[in-house]
């Protein structure tokens, strides 16, 4: 297939932010082909030259695009509820330039051929980049370990069991010490399976509408034996969507004693609480389950303390026979992707922290922790790049979604905060800016996602 570069663009008159340099204030930014090749107060003394395509950005935000780190797309195997084409479409009209997909596809993603199958497609599809995560275990069983040589060579960035935690303790020394002679991470899904047998949290409110609870302890007991386990292996460990003020503790802690170990969170788990099961809305119904709003404020002090270090979409996406049923038998999971920065802009809306504060923990962060090329404005780096105004109001209305599926726990929720433009390696992906300069004509770029480092 013949590839058509992308030109000279120069986005202007824009409040630039760069999360990873501090950088926030007036500025313009200069692509060419796939890259950056200017960030500055002013790119041109008097008119831009003939070749380049000027984009007036009405003062509105730039900034790198963002990475979502916990990402269930479905294909292959469940295309129903969500495709790669339609998880794109969705992330780019959400700013996300880059995704990585968890490995509880069908067939499963712990061999090679599914995902190079995954990482084939995204590159076709052209929309977001799309890497993936290996399966620690065979089967996602928690008994044997997957070939994670073979996964890593492949370009699995780090290693998860996705929505189970691996309960045997043995199984999960191994794979520390396994993923640690690749420098690579392990990814967990922090809940002890036989506790976590209810369908919302413990409580009070679980008693009065008679649902069986699952108790905060599921996930502080699985944290408490991983981070010794972590010690005692020297492993890279990562704890994925926490959601109490025991397990901010306990990361605290083990940040403290020099461990290896970082964790994130999904706006599910800052922007609501358990109140929002009320009525058996089945659409609320998550893994981790939502808790009390005296955790809800602590994972905010944990956002604003540092010791979370990313915020991820945490998108699952269910068709609507999933979730329509009664609550007890509906399916977990909420549909992200759409609702990642508005939500998280509630965070700078309310005061807690700042915007550039905001959005490292959505783009320079997560990038770093699996050590990709991404998440920054700077020379040299590849033009992924969003345009957003920070303070357009918008109501979700999960029935607009692109995703497939529309089971948003924000469904009906006021917000702030609107994608106008995304960019991935210098071409236009999404573009609802009013009066907007001509879109790039370039031809997507069938291109390999670089290996982590």
Same mark, same amino acid.
């Given at each position: 297939?013949s590839?058509?570069?992308?030109? $000279?663009?120069?986005?202007i008159?824009?409040r630039v932010?760069d999360?990873?340099?501090g950088?926030?204030?007036?500025g313009e930014?200069?692509?060419s082909?796939?890259?950056? #090749?200017?960030?500055?107060?002013?790119?041109?003394?008097?008119?831009?030259p003939?070749d380049?395509?000027?984009v007036?950005?009405?003062?509105?935000c730039?900034?790198?695009?963002?990475?979502?780190?916990r990402?269930?797309?479905?294909?292959?195997?469940?295309?129903?509820?969500?495709?790669?084409?339609?998880?794109?479409?969705?992330?780019?009209?959400?700013?996300v330039t &880059?995704?990585?997909?968890?490995p509880?596809?069908?067939?499963?993603?712990?061999?090679?051929?599914?995902l190079?199958f =995954?990482a084939?497609?995204?590159r076709?599809l052209?929309l977001? +980049?799309v890497?993936c995560?290996?399966?620690?275990?065979?089967?996602?069983q928690g008994?044997?370990l997957?070939?994670?040589g073979l996964?890593?060579?492949?370009?699995?960035?780090?290693?998860?069991?996705a &929505?189970?935690a691996v309960?045997?303790?043995? #199984?999960?020394r191994?794979?520390?010490?396994?993923?640690?002679?690749?420098?690579?991470?392990?990814?967990?899904?922090?809940?002890?399976?036989?506790?976590? &047998?209810? =369908?919302?949290?413990?409580?009070e409110?679980?008693? $009065?509408?008679g649902?069986?609870g699952i108790?905060?302890?599921?996930?502080i007991?699985? /944290?408490?034996?991983?981070?010794r386990?972590?010690?005692?292996t020297?492993?890279?460990?990562?704890?994925?969507h926490?959601?109490?003020?025991?397990s =901010?503790?306990?990361?605290?802690?083990?940040?403290?004693?020099g461990?290896? #170990?970082?964790?994130?969170?999904a706006?599910?788990?800052?922007?609501?609480?358990?109140l929002?099961?009320?009525d058996?809305? &089945?659409?609320?119904?998550l893994?981790?389950?939502?808790?009390?709003?005296?955790?809800r404020r602590a994972?905010?002090e944990?956002l604003?303390?540092?010791v979370?270090?990313?915020?991820?979409?945490d998108?699952?996406p269910?068709d609507?026979d999933?979730?329509?049923?009664?609550?007890?038998q509906?399916?977990?999971g909420?549909?992200g992707?759409?609702?990642?920065?508005a939500?998280?802009?509630?965070?700078?809306?309310?005061?807690?922290m700042?915007l550039?504060?905001?959005?490292?923990?959505?783009?320079s962060a997560?990038?770093d922790?699996?050590?990709?090329?991404?998440?920054?404005?700077?020379k040299? $780096?590849?033009?992924?790049l969003?345009?957003?105004?920070?303070d357009?109001?918008? +109501?979700?209305?999960?029935?607009?979604?692109?995703?497939?599926?529309?089971?948003?726990p924000f469904?009906?929720r006021?917000?702030?905060? $609107?994608? /106008?433009r995304t960019?991935?390696?210098?071409r #236009?992906?999404f573009?609802?800016?009013?009066?907007?300069?001509?879109?790039?004509?370039?031809?997507?770029?069938?291109?390999?996602p670089?290996?982590a480092?």
């Amino acid at each position: 297939m013949s590839v058509a570069t992308p030109g $000279r663009v120069a986005y202007i008159n824009a409040r630039v932010l760069d999360p990873a340099t501090g950088r926030d204030g007036p500025g313009e930014v200069l692509t060419s082909g796939e890259e950056i #090749v200017d960030v500055a107060r002013k790119l041109f003394d008097g008119h831009p030259p003939a070749d380049v395509e000027v984009v007036d950005c009405g003062g509105m935000c730039l900034a790198p695009g963002l990475v979502d780190t916990r990402v269930q797309l479905r294909e292959p195997g469940e295309e129903h509820k969500e495709s790669l084409k339609s998880a794109g479409e969705a992330a780019v009209a959400a700013g996300v330039t &880059t995704m990585v997909c968890l490995p509880n596809t069908n067939p499963i993603m712990d061999d090679e051929p599914t995902l190079e199958f =995954v990482a084939r497609r995204a590159r076709l599809l052209a929309l977001t +980049k799309v890497y993936c995560y290996g399966a620690i275990t065979k089967g996602l069983q928690g008994k044997e370990l997957a070939e994670m040589g073979l996964l890593a060579e492949a370009g699995a960035l780090a290693f998860t069991d996705a &929505t189970r935690a691996v309960a045997d303790a043995q #199984v999960m020394r191994r794979a520390l010490q396994y993923a640690a002679t690749f420098g690579l991470m392990i990814i967990q899904h922090p809940e002890e399976p036989t506790l976590a &047998t209810g =369908v919302m949290n413990s409580g009070e409110l679980a008693t $009065r509408m008679g649902l069986a609870g699952i108790p905060r302890e599921a996930e502080i007991i699985m /944290l408490e034996r991983d981070i010794r386990l972590v010690a005692m292996t020297d492993g890279r460990y990562h704890a994925a969507h926490i959601s109490t003020a025991d397990s =901010v503790e306990i990361i605290a802690r083990a940040k403290a004693d020099g461990l290896k #170990v970082s964790c994130d969170t999904a706006p599910f788990y800052f922007a609501l609480n358990e109140l929002a099961v009320t009525d058996y809305r &089945t659409f609320a119904k998550l893994s981790p389950p939502l808790r009390a709003e005296n955790d809800r404020r602590a994972i905010v002090e944990g956002l604003k303390s540092g010791v979370i270090d990313a915020i991820a979409s945490d998108h699952a996406p269910q068709d609507s026979d999933s979730k329509r049923l009664p609550f007890p038998q509906a399916a977990f999971g909420g549909s992200g992707l759409e609702t990642l920065l508005a939500v998280s802009l509630d965070l700078y809306h309310n005061g807690d922290m700042s915007l550039l504060e905001v959005l490292r923990r959505l783009t320079s962060a997560p990038a770093d922790l699996l050590g990709l090329e991404a998440g920054r404005l700077a020379k040299g $780096r590849k033009a992924d790049l969003t345009i957003f105004d920070p303070d357009q109001g918008w +109501k979700v209305i999960a029935d607009k979604f692109k995703s497939k599926s529309k089971n948003s726990p924000f469904d009906g929720r006021p917000v702030q905060g $609107r994608v /106008l433009r995304t960019v991935v390696d210098g071409r #236009v992906v999404f573009n609802a800016m009013p009066h907007a300069a001509k879109e790039s004509t370039a031809s997507p770029v069938n291109r390999t996602p670089a290996k982590a480092r």
